[in-house]
Nanobody
Framework: HVQLVESGGGLVQAGGSLRLSCAASGRTFGHALAWFRQAPGKEREFVAGISWSGGSTYYADSVKGRFTISRNNAKNTIYLQMNSLNPEDTAVYYC??????????????????WGQGTQVTVSS
């Protein structure tokens, strides 16, 4: 079992930056990790993902070039650096953990464990 706790959300003006963290505990070895988000009235969507080794990363087209996902396995933590934020990025951001090998790393059904989420609000 894996427990995930997100932090770092908050209110930021358009054009600003935030850094989200997700601390994992429990049986964390070997898991791929990802960030998803859910805006009010919308379905949850993939944002970014990273393999266990950190050698492979994946991004939604809407965040490419603005967001960067990284991980520190020694600290069992992943990060999402978000730059050039805009109001469309407003959502609850969730951390998710899945098996080492993911057939579809951008699909939420691939992930077994989820955090409670952290709110990101971008004002215009």
């Amino acid at each position: 079992h894996v427990q995930l706790v997100e932090s770092g959300g908050g209110l930021v003006q358009a054009g600003g930056s935030l850094r989200l963290s997700c601390a994992a505990s429990g049986r964390t070895f070997g898991h791929a990790l990802a960030w998803f988000r859910q805006a009010p009235g919308k379905e949850r969507e993939f944002v970014a993902g990273i393999s266990w080794s950190g050698g492979s990363t994946y991004y939604a087209d809407s965040v490419k070039g603005r967001f960067t996902i990284s991980r520190n396995n020694a600290k069992n933590t992943i990060y999402l650096q978000m730059n050039s934020l805009n109001p469309e990025d407003t959502a609850v951001y969730y951390c998710a953990a899945g098996p080492t090998i993911l057939a579809r790393p951008k699909v939420q059904d691939e992930y077994d464990y989820w955090g409670q989420g952290t709110q990101v609000t971008v004002s215009s």
